[in-house]
């Protein structure tokens, strides 16, 4: 069944109103008439099976038939935070990342990021990747719709770790420490009382550099190996954010 998500302030008592492009999206792609039942959510405390009562004026509004319960949201909340990649890898990141269960993501400027950072051309990149966050979480089905913050320099991501229960490295060592012995003392420790957050950090192309690897170890991470095989950058995060959610329960894991 077709997701949208609205603000809040959409909510009413008895029925919510859809505007802009969700509207036009009911209305043209969909053919929406009245009748019609979809599910809206406002990505905070409520969610609800709806029909269409009427379109006028560029607006749906549709009468909430049920409430239903916010449960498509894993326990462990992940940040995954990405080196910006070439072209439009960041675009795969989040669409994939989102489906699997990433709450939020931080692109940051690493020594060997490749991409020239302009911040008038990532104010765009941006609005573009929240928007493709907002799409693959109504294709999944997400309860919330993960946000993509402003683009960080180095030291100022080293500066957010202390805001996590725990921070993972992807850098592979020769005899290195590997994600799922990493995971293993975290899941026993978990927070009964709240959702605890995991920052999760994944390189550019040519991936990080020993010097940090050391200040990243430094500050608190954990550096940690995916396996045998090297990973492109936009597949790291993903396989990372897959294995974490597994080991801690949320794919049918311990």
Not at 44 to 59: D, K, M, N, P
Not at 218 to 246: D, F, N, P, Q
Request: glycine share 8%; charged share 30%; net charge negative.
């Amino acid at each position: 069944m077709q997701r949208y998500f609205v603000s809040p302030e959409q909510f009413k008592e008895n029925t919510v109103d859809i505007s802009g492009e969700d509207a036009r999206h009911i209305s043209k792609v969909m053919r929406g008439k009245s009748g019609d039942q979809f599910i809206v959510s406002d990505g905070v405390s409520r969610e609800a099976l709806v029909e269409i009562a009427s379109i006028e004026s560029g607006t749906v509004t549709a009468a909430i038939v049920r409430p239903l319960e916010m449960t498509h949201e894993p326990a462990v909340k992940v940040t995954v935070a990405q080196s910006l990649p070439k072209g439009d890898k960041m675009e795969t990141v989040i669409q994939k990342c989102t489906e699997i269960g990433a709450v939020s993501f931080v692109p940051f400027i690493s020594e060997r990021t490749i991409v020239q950072y302009d911040a008038k051309k990532e104010s765009k990149r941006l609005e573009r990747w929240n928007k493709i966050a907002k799409e693959a979480a109504e294709q999944s089905h997400r309860n919330t719709v993960p946000r993509v913050e402003q683009p960080l320099g180095w030291k100022q991501l080293l500066a957010t770790f202390r805001n996590y229960d725990a921070v993972y490295f992807c850098y592979e060592k020769e005899e290195g420490l590997q994600l799922r012995d990493a995971l293993k003392p975290f899941i026993g420790v978990m927070p009964a009382d709240r959702s605890p957050r995991v920052l999760l950090l994944v390189g550019p192309e040519g991936g990080f550099s020993e010097e940090e690897c050391r200040q990243a170890e430094e500050t608190g991470a954990a550096s940690v190996g995916l396996g045998k095989r090297i990973l492109r950058c936009e597949t790291a995060g993903m396989v990372a954010l897959a294995c974490i959610l597994y080991e801690s329960g949320e794919m049918g894991g311990v």
